[in-house]
């Protein structure tokens, strides 16, 4: 049974951080045979694509909203993938989440396998 663990979420202030990570088992192929992604969803909108890694962690890509000031990054070794947030903003308040697809990485949510259960950002002004 695929499980996806979101953690690090959190209330911070404008202009602080905060890392979030995302822990992978039970996986039908190795988590290194997966592209990672991370998307926000606040109330009343979308689920939104925030950025999403390759497997190897040699591409990335971003949301223009988040470019700068987030990082997504991934430990094969550990089955996880982070999301480290910096310079953040009111608007950022979300709950987040992370997904897994096979193939490479994608924008769209419609495209990813697995989803975890999502945890709470919440920035002040």
């Known amino acids: 049974q695929v499980q996806l663990v979101e953690s690090g979420g959190g209330l911070v202030q404008a202009g602080g951080s905060l890392r979030l990570s995302c822990a992978a088992s039970?996986?039908?192929?190795?988590?290194?045979?997966?592209?990672m992604g991370w998307f926000c969803q606040a109330p009343g909108k979308e689920r939104e694509f925030v950025a999403a890694?390759?497997?190897?962690?040699?591409?990335?890509t971003y949301a223009d909203s988040v470019k700068g000031r987030f990082t997504i990054s991934r430990d094969n070794a550990k089955n996880t993938v982070y999301l480290q947030m910096n310079s953040l903003k009111p608007e950022d308040t979300a709950v987040y989440y992370c997904?897994?697809?096979?193939?490479?990485?994608?924008?769209?949510?419609?495209?990813?396998?697995?989803w975890g259960q999502g945890t709470q950002v919440t920035v002040s002004s």
């Open positions: 997904a897994a697809k096979r193939g490479g990485g994608a924008r769209s949510r419609d495209e990813y396998d697995y």
């Open positions: 039970g996986m039908p192929f190795t988590f290194s045979g997966y592209a």
């Open positions: 890694i390759s497997w190897s962690g040699g591409s990335t």
